[in-house]
C-alpha cells in the first residue's frame, strides 16, 4: 500500500493545508551537532504541515538565498505573485501580509517595494494560513501569509553576516549583518541590510476594438511595447532590546526603517490601425517614474505570566510613518506624418503620507485541564494623505490637469474584540471563536470639497474540528468569515498614470468583500494528506478596463462582482526515496466561478486550474546539500483576465566551510525562462492581450558566516 501511495504522489503533487503537525511532514535536510564525542543527527525541515497553517522554513531552502521576499513568495508552495506584486493563495486574490505577525497597513504597490527590497537571508518561516482563528484579524479573503524575519535569542554575542552577487538581465546585490548580544535579564540586537535589485521587463499589450457586442467586426487594433529598466535600492535597518523585568514580566522596544528608492524607465512603441489595417497613428513613447520612500516603525510589546499556569497577558502597541514620494515623466513622439496628433508630455508629483496607529491585548486563560480560552481587543487607526498634482506640457508652459490633480485623504479606524475556545475531548481537539471589528472610514476629497463618510459593524466566526482515529489516521474540519476591505487607492476617483496612454481611476462606490470559507481534510500518517476547500465571496473585485478610440487611452478601474465561487482540492506526499534524497510532492486542483454583470456581459467562463510542485533535496555528503524544485500551473482567471499557464524550475547547491560557519550557496531560478505572466481578456466589445517577459531567470552565489 505504501509503494502504492508513493507512486501515485510521485507522479501527481501536492498542495495542502492539512491537520498534521508533524514536522517530518516536509523536505528536509540533514545537519550535524557535536557535543564531545556524541553525534547528533536532526533534520532540518523545509516544509512543516501544522493544524491550521503550511510553514516554509526559508532559512532551510538552498534556491531561495540571496533573493528577496517577493522571489521567495513566489516559489512558495499554492503561493502565485503577479507582474505588480499582487499576491493569491489557491488561485485567489486578496491576500492579507503580516510581518512578525504584525498586519501591513501599505498599499499593494508600497507592499511590493517593501518585498523586493527585504532580503531573503533575513527571512526565518513564511506562513501560509488559510482559515486563521478568530485571534488573527478577519482582513484578506484568501487568508494570511506571515513572513516571520529571524530574530537571535542565543546568549552572548551572536551574529551573522551575508552577502551574495546575482545576475540576470541586471545586476543583483544585497548584504547585510545581524548582530545581538544578551547577558543576564538584558538583550540588545540590530540588524542592516542593503539590497540592490536591477531589473529589465519585454511587455507587450494588444487591443482589439469591435463595432459592437457581437465581436464579428473590428474597429480598431492598438499594440503597444516597452522594454523597461528598474533599478531599486534599499537600506533596511532595526534595534531593539529586551528586557526582563522579573521572572514573570518581559518588555520588549524597537525601531524599524526601511528606506529606498526605485527607478522606472521605459522605452517603447504605440501602433493603432484601423478596420482596414492601415496606421492611424505611430508614436514612440518614453516614461520615467522615480520613487522613494522612508519608512519608520515605533514600537513596544511584552508578556506577562500570571500565577496560574499557562495563563498570561501579551501586549503590542505600534506606531508607523511612513512617506512615499513619486515623481513622474511621460512623453510620446508621433512618428506617423500623415496624422498631425501631438501628445502632451506630462509629468505627476505624488507625494503620500502614512500614519498607522495600532495596539492590541491578547490574554490566555486555562480553564480546566485541556480546555482554555483566549481573548483580545486590538484598535487600528489610519491616516493617509495624498495631495497628487499632474500637468501637461503646452504652448511652451507647463499647465495643471485638472483631471487628475487631487488632494486626497484617507482615514480609517477598526475597533476589533474576539474570544476563542480551545477544548480536547478524547480524542477530538476542538476550537471555536468569534470576532467582531468596526469599521469606520472618512474621505476627504479636498480638490472637490467632498466628504464621504460610512461605518459598519461586523461579525466573523470560526471553528476548527480534529479526530484522531487512531495514531495513523485522523480528520479535519474548518470554517471562517472574512473580509477585504477597498484600499484608499481603490476609493480615490482620480486618474494615475502608467503613461501617455494608460493609467488607473479607483472607485469610490466600491465595497468590502465578504467571504465564507470551509474545508475538509484527511491525513494517513505523514505520507498522504488530503483536503477539500470551498469559499464562496459576496461583491467580488475584479478589475475592468475600458477604451477610448477617441484618444487612444486605456483606462483601468474596479468594480465589485455579486458573486465568486472558489473550489478545490489538495493532496500532499513527503517520501524518502533514498537516505540522500528527499521529494515532497504538492498538488491543488481549482476552479474560480464568477456571477454578476462585468461590462454588459454576464458571463465569465470558469477554468479548471492545476498546481504542481515538486520539491527535491538531495544530501551529497555531510557539507554538500542539492535542492531541483520544479512547479507548474495551467491556464486559470482572475476575474476579467485569463492567466496562460506557466512553469518554474529553479536548482542550488550548498556548501558548509569553516568547520560549519560559513556557507556558500549557488542557485539558478527560473532555469528555463518559463516563469512568465501572459493574460488575455475579451469583454463586451474590447479584447485583450497582455505579455510580461519577467526578469526571473537569476543565478546567485551567496554567502553566509555565523559569528
Not at 507512486?7 to 514536522?23: N, P, R
Not at 509629468?347 to 490574554?363: A, E, H, M, N, W
Amino acid at each position: 500500500m505504501k509503494n502504492i501511495v508513493t507512486s501515485v504522489m510521485l507522479a501527481f503533487s501536492v498542495y495542502s493545508y492539512s491537520q498534521s503537525e508533524k514536522e517530518k511532514d516536509s523536505i528536509v535536510e540533514t545537519s550535524i551537532n557535536v557535543l564531545d564525542e556524541i553525534v547528533i543527527s536532526k533534520k532540518k525541515v523545509l516544509y512543516t504541515q501544522k493544524s491550521d497553517r503550511l510553514v516554509f522554513n526559508v532559512e532551510n531552502s538552498i534556491v531561495s538565498e540571496g533573493g528577496t521576499a517577493l522571489d521567495v513568495l513566489s516559489r512558495a508552495p499554492g503561493v502565485v505573485v503577479s507582474q505588480d506584486g499582487d499576491l493569491s493563495i489557491r488561485g485567489q486574490q486578496g491576500v492579507a501580509v503580516m510581518i512578525n505577525g504584525k498586519l501591513t497597513q501599505l498599499s499593494q504597490k508600497e507592499l511590493a517595494n517593501y518585498l523586493k527590497s527585504t532580503t531573503s537571508s533575513n527571512i526565518k518561516q513564511i506562513e501560509v494560513i488559510t482559515n486563521p482563528s478568530a485571534k488573527y484579524d478577519a482582513a484578506g479573503k484568501a487568508g494570511i501569509i506571515n513572513i516571520i524575519l529571524k530574530k537571535p535569542s542565543t546568549s552572548g554575542l551572536k551574529g551573522t553576516a551575508f552577502t551574495s552577487y546575482g545576475r540576470g538581465r541586471k545586476n543583483r546585490t544585497n548584504s547585510g549583518v545581524n548582530l545581538s548580544y544578551n547577558k543576564n535579564k538584558l538583550g540588545v540586537y540590530g540588524n542592516y541590510s542593503y539590497t540592490f535589485r536591477g531589473e529589465e521587463e519585454r511587455k507587450e499589450f494588444n487591443q482589439t476594438q469591435y463595432t459592437d457586442q457581437t465581436r464579428q467586426q473590428i474597429s480598431t487594433t492598438n499594440h503597444q511595447t516597452s522594454i523597461t529598466d528598474e533599478p531599486l535600492t534599499s537600506n533596511n535597518f532595526k534595534v531593539g532590546t529586551q528586557y526582563e523585568i522579573s521572572p514573570k514580566t518581559n518588555i520588549e522596544a524597537y525601531v524599524d526603517a526601511k528606506i529606498g528608492r526605485y527607478e522606472n524607465m521605459a522605452d517603447g512603441t504605440n501602433k493603432l490601425l484601423n478596420a482596414m489595417n492601415q496606421l492611424q497613428f505611430d508614436a514612440i513613447t518614453y516614461n520615467d517614474s522615480k520613487e522613494k520612500w522612508f519608512d519608520y516603525t515605533y514600537a513596544v510589546s511584552g508578556v506577562h505570566k500570571f500565577n496560574t499556569e499557562g495563563k498570561n497577558m501579551v501586549f503590542d502597541f505600534e506606531y508607523e510613518t511612513s512617506k512615499f514620494r513619486s515623481n513622474q515623466f511621460q512623453s510620446a513622439d508621433n512618428t506617423d506624418a500623415s496624422n498631425p496628433t501631438v501628445i502632451n508630455d506630462r509629468r505627476g508629483y505624488i507625494p503620500s503620507q502614512l500614519r498607522v496607529f495600532t495596539g492590541k491585548v491578547d490574554f490566555t486563560n486555562p480553564i480546566k485541564e485541556k480546555q482554555s480560552v483566549e481573548w483580545g481587543f486590538k484598535a487600528s487607526l489610519k491616516n493617509n494623505d495624498n495631495p497628487s498634482v499632474y500637468e501637461f506640457y503646452d504652448n511652451n508652459q507647463w499647465n495643471i490637469d485638472a483631471n487628475s490633480t487631487n488632494h486626497f485623504e484617507y482615514k480609517e479606524q477598526i475597533y476589533a474584540a474576539y474570544a476563542n475556545y480551545k477544548h480536547q475531548i478524547g480524542d477530538l481537539n476542538i476550537q471555536g471563536g468569534l470576532r467582531t471589528e468596526f469599521t469606520a472610514i472618512e474621505i476627504l476629497q479636498k480638490t472637490l470639497n467632498e466628504e464621504h463618510k460610512d461605518d459598519y459593524l461586523k461579525w466573523f466566526p470560526s471553528l476548527s474540528l480534529k479526530y484522531e482515529f487512531t495514531s495513523s489516521h485522523s480528520m479535519h474540519a474548518s470554517y471562517s468569515k472574512r473580509i477585504n476591505r477597498p484600499s484608499q487607492f481603490d476609493l480615490n476617483p482620480f486618474r494615475f498614470y502608467d503613461d501617455s496612454f494608460n493609467y488607473s481611476q479607483g472607485n469610490p462606490n466600491l465595497v468590502p468583500e465578504i467571504t465564507h470559507a470551509a474545508e475538509i481534510g484527511y491525513a494517513w500518517k505523514s505520507a498522504f494528506m488530503a483536503s477539500l476547500y470551498f469559499n464562496t465571496t459576496k461583491d467580488v473585485f475584479t478589475d475592468v478596463y475600458m477604451y477610448n478610440p477617441d484618444t487612444n487611452t486605456t483606462v483601468t478601474t474596479q468594480i465589485n462582482v455579486s458573486k465568486s465561487y472558489n473550489y478545490g482540492a489538495n493532496i500532499t506526499n513527503t517520501t524518502e526515496l533514498y537516505k540522500f534524497w528527499s521529494v515532497n510532492t504538492l498538488f491543488n486542483v481549482f476552479e474560480n466561478r464568477f456571477m454578476g454583470n462585468v461590462l454588459n456581459s454576464t458571463t465569465i467562463e470558469p477554468i479548471l486550474t492545476l498546481n504542481l510542485s515538486v520539491q527535491n533535496s538531495f544530501t551529497i555528503t555531510e557539507t554538500l546539500k542539492a535542492e531541483a524544485n520544479a512547479q507548474y500551473q495551467s491556464k486559470s482567471n482572475l476575474g476579467v483576465y485569463q492567466r496562460d499557464g506557466f512553469f518554474d524550475l529553479s536548482i542550488g547547491v550548498s556548501k558548509q566551510v569553516f568547520a560549519g560557519k560559513g556557507t556558500f550557496k549557488l542557485n539558478f531560478t527560473d532555469v528555463l525562462n518559463t516563469n512568465n505572466f501572459y493574460i488575455n481578456s475579451v469583454v463586451a466589445q474590447t479584447a485583450i492581450n497582455k505579455r510580461y517577459d519577467l526578469d526571473n531567470r537569476i543565478a546567485t552565489l551567496a554567502f553566509t558566516y555565523r559569528i
